[in-house]
Every structure is written in C-alpha cells, then in structure tokens.
Nanobody, 120 residues
C-alpha cells in the first residue's frame, strides 16, 4: 500500500512554477518529525535521480540540475513535505516520487508518483 499521498503535479509551460505536496496523514506527528524527506524523479529512458532532500534537522541537498530553481521544505505539523519548482524547463518533465526514511533506515515510505510535464 502507498502510504504517502502526492499532489500538485500537472502541465506547465517553460518558465512556469509548480508546487508538489507529499503527506503521511496517518503517522504520529512526533514520529514524522524524525524522518528525512526526499524527492526523486524519473524521466522516460532515464534512471531515477534524487532531486532534493531535507533532513530532520532541516539541512537540504539539491541536485545540480535544479539548484537555485527548486526548494524543498518540511512542515511537521502537517506531516508533509513540499517541493517548490520555479523556472521549470522541459528537461524537468518526469514522474516525481516522494520518499521518507526513518533515522535508523529501518522504515521507508514512498508516494504513488505524480506526473510533471513542462511543455509549450
């Protein structure tokens, strides 16, 4: 069963913006707080790549291809992570997946994947 719910994808023109949302509605807030959050994407014919991550301490890491354009955030009160995507390019077209990992790496959850298409 998919336990992370993603939303916010769709079709956007080059230069536009989208904000992806990923939520775990059933996890206890105190537990969610300790997890690291990640966004991956996979385009047709390409390997899955890590787009951005944010630790429980709010440290962030971005792929070079999205640095300066994408921003990852985490809202523990809403048990959610967000990916704000600005200045979108056709190369950003992919299925985006949310992922969360427990501190000991013993538990991992994935979203269902959501399509982002950047085209004129």
């Amino acid at each position: 069963q998919v336990q992370l719910v993603e939303s916010g994808g769709g079709l956007v023109q080059p230069g536009g913006s989208l904000r992806l949302s990923c939520r775990h509605p059933r996890m206890i807030t105190s537990t969610f707080t300790m997890y690291d959050m990640r966004w991956y994407r996979q385009a047709p014919g390409k390997q899955r790549e890590l787009v951005a991550s944010i630790s429980s301490g709010r440290s962030t890491v971005y792929a070079d291809s999205v640095k300066g354009r994408f921003t990852i955030s985490k809202d523990n009160s809403r048990k959610a992570t967000y990916l704000q995507m600005n200045s979108l390019e056709p190369e950003d077209t992919a299925v985006y997946y949310c992922n969360m990992v427990s501190p000991k790496r013993s538990d991992e959850y994935w979203g269902q994947g959501i399509q982002v298409t950047v085209s004129s």
